[in-house]
């Protein structure tokens, strides 16, 4: 019986090719993308599952809150390095603990081979017993423990020492410290939520020259070290966090504040399987995934996989009529109606298995190109394994019934008389459900389009936004210490050439975060009062805000003939409204302490966007270091009219002052594209799968178009005899389709809208859902319609009636 | 085998009720051969459908073999149909993706004969209609008088007990014509009983009863010499 199906099945297939590739390819096209996501949401949700006992490992983050407000002012992926020892004494549930410093990136040289390396951590001995790394030489259990070791990876080690042996050898980070190469290991899979190409052993932090044993017992305030903690199973989170504002208030007491530390700070767990999706806080180690992303990818999986379905489902109905008289042979020699069943939902398996096959092939041949406009690190490889290659298996099952079985009930219960008499027609109810099948295609389709019109709008308004500040041609160079005593003939001789506008420091610049902040005073009477507003600092030199280009509105900014101005502030507009000031102008000239300082506001600047549109202008203050050690980067201002000849002018300055230091530098606008790089990635392959959902859904649009034109071909011809125009029929036969997108736009507008009002909330700045993005989305599903129908349609109306009429 | 008392059957359309079969009875006995003739529309075709268990009465009785069908649902008419009886139509009805052989073998399938017995059912059945040679080519490869032979073929080869035939001959030439009546009449012979709807008063000549039919009702009968 089997046989009898699989041998009609195919021959149908070859029989009707046209069909049977709109079929054939519309459910590969919309498989191979559910694939393609499945690989991406399989990899998205692997994050750190491939350490053994990752169920056991939390990590612990800090909040900073408004103590009379309550308001989370900042949260931290990373605590203070004196709270992990106190955490292991004091709680029994925790079984072992680590610490990890990002040490950014560094410069470093054995022989004569000198790079710069990013990626650079801090850890300690326990790091093995938490993650699981593939040392491929040296011990991990002891790699870590002496101060001044270093663990390489196997890419890193091979760029100082070629293919000779890396153990023992010493190499020299910052020209500052000598550590011995204790390790090599594997670099870590990229579904971890962190990678170290280069880990110093974090006793090396003990060195006074380095960071220094009482800094690691008593800095709370450097909130930059990640802390794991093991626990055991059936650990209680919420437990132990309701122990830990009792543990802060008894440590922290002696840190100089009016209010309890419990009241202004909190310690939180987090599970490390957690971290990549779930984690969006002020500092992580990289940036991670986002939950929301994986939902909206599964629905597009979804949509898409729905779509090839009822492109199926209508197509084979529509076939029916062809095939009527099959089934009525069938059941006038006996068949029953659960074998024409079976025999159809064969078929439609059957399809599905050959679409599987190709889209799994298809997969693995475009895996690559997705991984290059998603930056991701995908492979296939994640698809092979039983609990995904079980249900891959029964995916044809699933879809085959899933789109075969309508169209095999409503051919099961053709009449044998009626069809073998030629009285056969689609009936009413058959023809209603196909309409309902197309609107869930076109509303899909359209609400996909203005999706997709929403994102690609987001993207381009924050490429267009004014920032207040000049991103152009600026460079940004680390600052390197050894650079303060000789800045200022540095920055002469800069700016020597005519090429290099500007230049200032910072310890911060526009594209980075704002996350250091001190508490502010102003006067209140005759002395300066603590107020509750939360302001950012960023130290800055005088020649900052011109490099940049920021805009003063009130008052003047640091200035080299002000010799107090290394006790002056300048605010930005923000801040002057938080501290209460009518307006900038009557900020200047006040008295302000912020952290150790006090001294004089001397200018309000524009509220330019520091941070990324995702974050609202926050107040900020600059001022100028006592220590010329915090400043962090050198920003150049460069004329656009000759950048090789500035690049090279800048680049030899540096290395006259810094032969030690690899040269290096970034545009301030690629850092700037960087921050939205992961938005438009996720637009590109937004857009991506959005326009495959829509040609999938245009080509069962021009399957069935054909279809109803072959029925309604006698009605054509008889109407052509009766004088109807070419224009008149093809208007006739567009109408209903036209209708159909009509209810599909109604349906879709809403969804959309809602989904997408949902999205921007995640923009601090974003542009406004016009109302034309609806109208324009449904006359584009409108058109491509009528272009697949009038295809069709013309080609019918076209047709002699003579040949159509003769053949009954 | 076949007695038929005051069947009725009515067609209805939202506006009109059009009576296909008026209180017909009729009785048909085992081994015999019946031709049913009456011009279009005359509820000649109903009839047949009815008596094919492809369709229902809306009243009166049905007896087949002594046991009463008429309201007998899809699946048991569907099984006693599969063993009993054999359909030829005017257009030959072949399934266009199968082979002749597959084509005749398809009721052996149906009714759960075994592969080996049914390539030799399959085959005698060919032989016996002078097919054979054409066993493995698709059903627009023939003839439209093959075509019939390969469709008297198929309703033979689960040995029925009755045939029905729709207008065997309407849509071929006479010579060919002339053949599937004598196939038919040969099988009469071997003791199939044969009810056949014709247009045609040569081909009813061929049969032992001509029931003439007028507006759903029997009007005249001649028994044949």
Redesign the interface.
Known sequence: ?IY?YL??AI??LL?YRFISFINLFGLTVGLTCCLLITTYILHEISYDKFNDQHDRIWRITRSFNNPETGAQSLHLGTIAPPFAPLLKNQFSEIENITRLLSGGSATFRYGDKMFNEEDIYFADEQFFDFFKVNVVKGDPKTALNDPMSVMLTEEVARKYFGDAEPMDKMIRMDNQLTLKVTGVYKPLPSNSHFHPNIMVSFNTLKDSTVYGESNLRTNWSNNSFFTYIKVPHGFSPERLEAKFPAFLDEHMADVGSRFKPSQWTKLHLQKLTDIHLHSHLDYEAEENGDIKRVYIFSAIALFVLLIACINYMNLSTARSALRA??I??????????K?IIAQFLTESVIVCWLAIILAFALTWLLIPYLNQVSGQDLSINILLRWQVMVPLVLVPFVVGIMSGLYPALFMSSF???KV??GMFKVGGGNVSFRKVLVTAQFAISIALIICTTVVYRQMNYMQQKALGFDREHVLSLPYINTLSNSYESFRNELLSNASVLNAGRSSRIPTSRLLDASGTRIMRGDSLAPVSADIKYVVADKDFINTYGVKIVAGRNFSRDFSTDSASFLINEAAARVLGFASAQDAIGKRMGYGGRDGQLVGVFNDFHFESLHQQIVPLVLFIPRNENTYNRISIKISGNNIPAALAHIEKTWKRFLPDVPWQYNFLDESYDRLYQSEQRQGTIFTIFAGIAIFIACLGLFGLSAFTITQRIKEIGIRKVLGASTTRIVTLLSRDFMILVAIAALIAFPIAGTAMYAWLQDFAYRTTMSWWIFPLAGIIALMVALATICFQAVKAALANPVKSLRTE | MIKIKDLEKIYRTEEVETVALNKLSLEVKEGEFVAVMGPSGCGK?TLL?IL?L??DPDGGSFMFNNIEVAHFN??KR??L???NIG?V?Q?F??????TVF?NVE??L???GVKSAERKKRVEEVLDKMQIMHRRNHYPQQLSGGQQQRVAVA?AVV?RPKLILADEPTGNLDSSNGNEVMQLLTDLNEQGTTIVMVTHSEHDARYSHRIIRMLDGQTVLENIMV
Request: charged share 40%.
């Open positions: 019986m009898n041998k009609i021959r149908n029989k008289r099959e009525g042979v069938r059941k006038v020699v006996g068949a029953r109606r074998e009449q044998p008389v073998l008499k | 075709s459908n094919g492809l369709d899809e699946r569907a099984d149909r599969k063993h359909f139509f257009s009805n072949l399934i266009d993706e199968l597959e398809l009721p399938i149906y009714t198929r689960n």
